[in-house]
């Protein structure tokens, strides 16, 4: 039976998960202790390098580690968002189908993103799962069972990521991630499923009508998914056996389905329907067959199904005669469809998972926790606002009015005592002093926070600039995404904070005028009271007693301005020390809608317990309305009442004067302690904003030095275009190999006839024959021979083989030629070195001799009076140097003669 095919594993390398995430941890949640997560942290990274581990293990333990490890993704998803302009951890993935095929595109792409690995990681738990459906023991019903259920599940898992992976992945994909290469998986996952549920029918032996219908609804399945995968842009993406093996069981299971619809129609005795199925079934594996080459795995089905059409064509022979319909006039096969995609899970994946970071709250609770915050903190400053801008107005009267002091004032001699006891309250926060240190320190803390946001604005700045040159420098090839689109919320935030720190800056020089203003009141209330006494003009008494009814009312209405204030401390505590629980309710909305309605939830709330607060802010404005006025009128009859001169009048205003210093003393001290601490405050916020930035910069940094790397290698391997052709003498081969070798000279011919008689015993061996044969060749190469080729140390010189031209005399040495300078060989195959052997003439040829037979013995010549000349005996040899071609340059055979060699000549030039 055919084998099942599984989808290969994608590949990636490990990251460094620790830092980013704990950084991120660090700068935005502020009321978290990043230690407390290291634990976590480490476990996350850990678990990451386990899943890339065992991904190559075909079991359900490596698809377990798979499993914990997407659905903690999911968990951080809205907790630890990794994207490119908040966690930038960059995930690369491979192509699962680049070793295999020559299919265009990315093969690795990489992605700051979660979205992508989520992809990824399901891309590879469908892949494991093919994986694990192969392998099992399909001869078993186990085996089918597990297989079957693996392969839908893959079918689901390929078709979630089908509808989902352009949204999740912002960049072109690579092949494998496209979603018609997602659909093609789907659907052969799907087809191989039901292929699992037909062999375990058939094994089952269940019913052939029902067994009929599973293997043509299996036959259907392979038939989509092969149009699917034969899609021009998918076609050469697919491993080589891939197409041919889904294309042969499209056939052969559809051959299946014929068979066993034979098988029926022989239960129903229509002989002549079962041999119509049978023979098409055994047309379709014949075209399987065809098909799948090599990969054909059906021949025991072949063999079945030509045996039983064999036995059912002689039975209806012999017996039935029954007549043999066409196939298309009989009903159509059905079809059950039992293998389907199974639905993607919504639950975590993995029965034994936890959370690793369950006590971080999700991003969009933090967010609407953050937003509910800033409401709150604004109505609980404009609440508090109104309530001490109505009190500093109050006291501002007061002021102007001299009360209380006036009424402590009557006998116009001594410190009034209200002033001394606030002169005590300046000097117990310590005096002038304390306001002058607070005024020295918010210019170096504004100054170290317009370095950090500078540093920011600079930082984002300068990263934008260099993406620009480059994106300018390589324009397409520059493919990562653009500053502007990832620093934008960073460049807010920065904006922000700058607005931030100009109204502050505004607010400060304000308190400085007043501060100027009020200073020398502030500085003598700094000093003890007898320097204040000092310093206050004396007056003459007001006329006013102590007992009259307008001081008695006074007093009383200043009473009523105090305990207005009290109630109003009392008011701005319960506004500060309100509580609220608004994390669980975020938390039911996320669930229940996947979403916060952070606006109503958070004013719902506000209002159901600052309501009751606000009520009372506005009784107490009207309160201090109602009091102020009765303060106005009874203080004018209490003027009318003193007495009235010009050193009562210096003194009065000097305690007018005294008594607003003291309440700018307070408000300023507000003012500047508030000012230190939101400087204070804000300084984490710029640090961790630089953080972001910072990380942000380097994360970049980094992947512009990946894609320059990879943008040289791929200039340095783009070829400059071929090279023009070169002239033609600069292809000396070109111009040799055009010129026609020489011809081959003819051979010797020689006449059998003796034009002459043999050499007798008185003839000398070494004497010429005066009927010599003509020479082999005719005409003797010229030049001179290598240098050391027929050297000579002593002894005597070998006989002259072949005849040639005599020399004028036996001594002379060699003949030059008169033009060239060279020596002259004349016709001679051989030099005559030295002009001849030493008087020893060339001996004439037998009648019949052929030099260049090896095997002719060479007749052996009498010995009188000669030395012997070292013949060869063994025939005579042919390949002289200088006789043959140039390149047979080799030594004349010594088998007769001496260890001797020829005399040297001269070196050709």
Known sequence: MATFLAVPLKQTQEVELIKPLRSFIQNTFSQVE???????????????????????????????????????????????????????VNFKWRNAFD????????????????????????????????????????????????????????????????????????????????????????????????????????????????????????????????????????????????????ACKQAAYHGMAEFYQGCVAQQHKTYGEQIAHFQKANELLTAAQSRGGATFAFKNEQGRIQRELQAARKDNDF???????????????????????????????????????????????????????????????????????????????????????????????????????KAQQIKDIGGIQFLNKLMNDLPELLQRNREILNECIKMVDDEAASDIQLREQFKERWSRTPSDKLTQPMRDESMKYKQILDTAINADRIVQEKFQKHKQAIDLLSKSPGEIEKALPSGGGAHASESSGVVQKLRKLMEEVETIKAEREVIENEFKEAKFDMTSKFFSALASDGAINEEMLSASELDRIYGPLRQQVNESLQKQDSVMSQVQTTNMEFCQAKASDQSGAQREAMLK???????????????????????????????????????????????????????????????????????????????????????????????????????????????????????????????????????????????QCMSGPKTSSPTSTTNTSSTTGQPSWGNAPYPQAGGGYQGMPMPSMPSGFNPYNPYMQYPQQPQQGFPNQGYPQQGYPQQYPGQGYPQQQQQYPQQGYPQQQYPQQNQWR
């Not at 087809?191 to 293997?215: F, P, S």
């Not at 404009?382 to 006036?406: C, D, K």
């Open 319 to 421: 017996i039935y005669h029954d007549k043999i319909p066409d196939l298309k006039t009989l009903p159509a096969i059905g079809k059950a469809a039992i293998a389907k995609p199974t639905a993607f899970p919504t639950k975590p994946m993995s029965e034994k998972f936890t959370d690793l970071f369950e006590k971080l709250v999700p991003i969009p609770v933090y967010e609407a926790l953050s937003a509910f915050e800033n409401r709150k903190t604004q109505i609980v400053n404009t609440e508090i606002g109104r309530l001490r801008e109505q009190t500093q107005l109050m006291n501002s009267i007061l002021a102007s009015l001299n009360l209380p002091a006036a009424l402590e004032d009557l006998s116009g001699q001594k410190v009034p005592q209200s002033v001394i006891e």
């Open 99 to 246: 070793k295999e095929s020559l299919f265009g595109g990315k093969q690795i792409l990489g992605i700051a993103s979660g979205a992508y690995e989520k992809v990824c990681i399901l891309f590879n738990i469908a892949a494991l799962q093919s994986q694990i459906a192969e392998v099992q023991n399909h001869d078993s019903d186990e085996g089918l069972k597990t297989s079957a259920k693996y392969f839908q599940m893959a079918a689901g898992i390929f078709g979630h990521l089908k509808d989902i992976v352009l949204s999740h992945v912002q960049q072109e994909p690579t092949p494998d991630l496209s979603p018609d290469t997602l659909n093609a998986l789907s659907a052969l996952m799907v087809a191989q499923a039901q292929e699992a549920i037909y062999r375990k029918a058939a094994a089952d032996k269940m019913k052939e009508a029902m067994v009929a219908k599973i293997a043509h609804q299996c036959s259907e399945l392979f038939s989509d998914a092969m149009k699917l995968m034969q899609l021009a842009s998918l076609k050469d993406l697919w491993p080589k056996d891939w197409l041919p093996l889904v």
């Open 657 to 799: 004067d005294l008594a607003a210093g003291f309440d700018m003393f307070m408000e300023l001290k507000n003012n500047l302690e508030e000012g230190t601490k939101f400087y204070n405050d804000l300084t984490p916020l710029l640090v961790r904003l630089q953080n972001k930035i910072s990380d942000f910069c380097f994360a970049r940094k980094t992947e512009k030095d990946e894609l320059m790397a990879d943008l040289q290698k791929s200039i340095a391997n783009q070829p400059t275009g071929p090279a023009p052709p070169p002239p033609s003498y600069q292809n000396p081969t070109a111009t040799t190999q055009n010129r026609a070798p020489p011809a081959r000279p003819p051979p010797p011919q020689f006449s059998t006839a003796s034009s002459g008689p043999p050499p007798t015993a008185s003839t000398p061996s070494g004497a010429p024959s005066s009927q010599a044969g003509p020479p082999p060749y005719s005409s003797a190469p010229s030049g001179a021979p290598p240098a050391g080729a027929y050297s000579y140390t002593g002894g005597p010189a070998p006989p």
């Open 34 to 88: 990043p230690d407390d997560y290291n634990h976590a942290l480490n476990e996350f990274s850990k678990l990451r390098n386990l899943m890339i581990a065992k991904s190559v293990d075909k079991h359900e333990s490596a698809l377990e580690v798979l499993y914990r490890y997407y659905d903690q993704l999911c968990a951080i998803e809205n907790k630890l968002p990794i994207a490119e302009n908040q966690i930038r």
